[in-house]
């Protein structure tokens, strides 16, 4: 969790910077950081993939409420690839697609996926006590 809390600090600072793609897929890794860190919480000795809905998916099998929050943090995916490589979009290069629309929007996304497992975690740590 302190790496995802730490990608989401950083995408705040890219993006202020006007690096939308780059900020777009930070948002994605932080994601993916704060659900797998859910995944390995509860026990599990590995966790493979880097899709958000394969993630929520797998923690879904330990916890059903994650089907609130997959259907949002699914939209993260899309940042994965394409925000990176030139040859993941069609015509065009990722900076010059990603706006400040998309990172904001992924900005939201990836503060509530956060928020969203920080109170699951909060929840097993009340439970162990």
């Known amino acids: 969790m302190a790496q995802s809390r730490y990608d989401l600090e950083a995408a705040e600072h890219v993006v202020a910077g006007g690096f939308h793609a780059l900020g777009c897929f930070l ?3 932080a994601g993916e950081k704060a659900v797998s860190g859910y995944l390995l919480a509860r026990g599990a000795d590995h966790v493979w993939g880097h899709a958000l809905a ?3 998916e797998d923690a879904m099998q330990l916890d059903s409420s994650f089907d609130v929050i997959k259907s ?3 939209l993260l995916d899309k940042y994965y690839l394409p925000t990176r490589y030139p040859t993941g979009l069609p015509g065009g290069v990722p900076h010059e ?3 400040g629309v998309d990172s904001e929007r992924a900005l939201e996304i ?3 996926v956060i928020e969203f497992v920080s109170t699951k975690l909060s929840s097993l740590d009340s439970t162990d006590q």
């Open 97 to 99: 697609v990603y706006d």
């Open 110 to 112: 990836a503060r509530d």
């Open 72 to 74: 949002v943090a699914m």
């Open 54 to 56: 394969d993630l929520c």
């Open 27 to 29: 948002c994605q890794q």
